[in-house]
RNA sequence: UCCUCGGUAGCUCAAUUGGCAGAGCAAUCGGCUGUUAACCGAUGGGUUGCAGGUUCGAGUCCUGCCCGAGGAGCCA
């Protein structure tokens, strides 16, 4: 019976059509182009897990299949039966020679054709543009990327606990937070940071790590900045800023290492030059901000020394090695209150950032915790912040302080950074962004 | 928030000094039994972002607004 997949045969994935060398399969998936030549068709079927080139020759198939194929169109839903062919001419070296095809829904007129697009257009599509090879591409990294980062962790006894993602007050002051009504309490906030909630976490477990969707409504628009984004953050007890740092390559290596290895196929449609990502292992360079700060000046960079690193003095400094650089004791000026101070020069933190190779820039942030109560307190006063929503946070250092560190690393400036890609709104299925919230 | 650039067919773009708004792709129809972003022929397709203004005449010049992109600041 044409135009009805026989159930009795076996169901493939185009994944492992190689599996199945002159066996009869049915594949379901989505038309991804067509080729037409009169009295044979060629039909690139895409379901997910890869293409593959299905042959459809007239005197081989129903006439009322034949011509059903004659009115695909670029996405219409199929359903084909077929023997696999191990063919050199077909993409992906299988084919599949058509007996029976079957379109589930015919779709008209699919906006995103394989051709040249803009980025407004493509971004209205987004829902449309997952569907495409190198979008595909893509969200299967930062797939291969979030497993290799749960990995890491857990296989070095870390403990997975979340923070809320609803918080009643800010790490770091309120005016980059979105806000909402909650109930008869008054105000919660989206969470700009886990990491406050991370130490209580670490003083219960020794080393944890929260993994979640994090907030800033800053009106940030560029390349690197989204208002909605995953931030992975290690927190650990007795571990002061050389184990952090220890900790961040170690991360930063395997994440890397991980996706070189796993990820071949996507590298290569994404085109990304491995050579690039092949001598991220360990040790890392490790910059003094006065050797960094040097480094500028010796660049020509009019520097004031207690400045932050701008975007552009970060690109000069990642461009002198070939692996990811960490940046460490920044001045507490252009940093937040809970960092440690370096106790022979007080006005440097024990803090690292950790830039990513070719121009990336910043994908971690961290830092050793001020752990001495009495401290805190100054830094909040000094801050002009409230005293009282911080009270649990200054239990953790009234009830067994210990010295404890841990940083924060960006999911989608990782996957940018790893895929090559020019922006990170191509790194999340569906950004947020300024200037945009759909679809 | 500030600076710079942009908005013309479904998409990507062109249109000389202000003088008939066009091409490729997509769509539709026809042809082709090994195509690789297939190819060949034909057809349809426009509130030039919006609102005013100047002019015999505006896609083009002027004013205001809307939308988008890149960058700065801030950050992961």
């Known amino acids: 019976m044409s135009g009805q997949a026989d159930s009795s045969v076996t169901k493939a994935r185009i994944e492992s059509l190689s599996n199945f060398n002159d066996q009869i399969v049915t594949i379901q998936g989505w038309v991804y182009n067509k080729r037409s030549s009169g009295k044979i068709q060629f039909i690139l079927v895409r379901d997910g897990s890869g293409i593959a080139q299905c042959v459809i020759a007239k005197n081989a198939v129903a006439p009322e299949v034949f011509s059903i194929c004659d009115s695909l169109t670029q996405e219409s839903s199929v359903t084909v039966t077929g023997k696999v062919h191990k063919d050199d001419r077909a993409p992906g070296g299988y084919e599949i020679q058509a007996e029976d095809l079957s379109a589930v829904q015919v779709a008209k007129d699919y906006p995103i054709t394989p051709k040249e697009h803009g980025v407004e257009f493509l ?102 900045h989204l208002t909605e984004f995953w931030m992975v953050e290690p927190e650990v007890a007795w571990a002061d800023l050389n184990d952090d740092m220890d900790l961040a390559e170690e991360f930063i290596e395997h994440i890397v290492q991980t996706v070189l290895m796993k990820s071949e196929p996507e590298l290569k449609v994404l085109e990304r030059d491995l050579t690039k990502l092949q001598p991220v292992k360990r040790p890392f360079p490790r910059l003094h901000y006065d050797e960094a700060v040097e480094i500028l000046k010796k660049n020509g960079v009019d520097f004031q020394y207690g400045n932050d690193l701008g975007g552009a003095d970060e690109t000069i400094i990642s461009q002198q090695y070939d692996r990811p650089v960490m940046v460490h004791h920044y001045p507490a000026a252009c940093k937040a209150f809970y960092m440690k101070r370096d106790p022979l020069r007080p006005e440097l933190t024990l803090s690292v950032d950790v830039l990513a190779s070719e121009g990336y820039g910043e994908i971690i942030g961290g830092s050793q915790r001020e752990d001495d109560y009495d401290t805190l307190i100054k830094r909040l006063e000094e801050n002009n912040l409230p005293r009282q929503p911080f009270e649990w946070y200054l239990d953790l250092r009234r009830y067994g302080s210990v ?37």
């Not at 690393?409 to 569906?430: K, M, N, Y």
């Open 403 to 439: 010295p404890h560190s841990g940083f924060g690393l960006g999911i989608e400036r990782t996957v940018a950074w790893v895929c090559g890609l020019e922006h990170v709104r191509e790194t999340i299925p569906f950004a947020r962004m300024i200037y945009r919230n759909t679809p």
């Open 123 to 224: 971004m209205d599509h987004r829902h449309l543009w997952l569907r495409s090879s190198h979008q595909h591409a893509i969200i299967r990294i930062r797939h291969q990327i979030i497993k290799a980062v749960r990995e890491f962790f857990d296989n070095k006894g870390f403990i997975l606990v979340d923070s809320p993602i609803l918080t009643p007050a800010s790490v770091e002051g309120t005016s980059t937070l979105f806000e909402t009504e909650y109930f008869d309490l008054g105000k919660a906030y989206l969470t700009q940071s886990g990491q406050l909630y991370a130490e209580a976490s670490a003083m219960a477990f020794g080393k944890v790590y929260c993994f979640g969707p994090t907030f800033r409504a800053e009106k940030s628009k560029t390349r690197r």
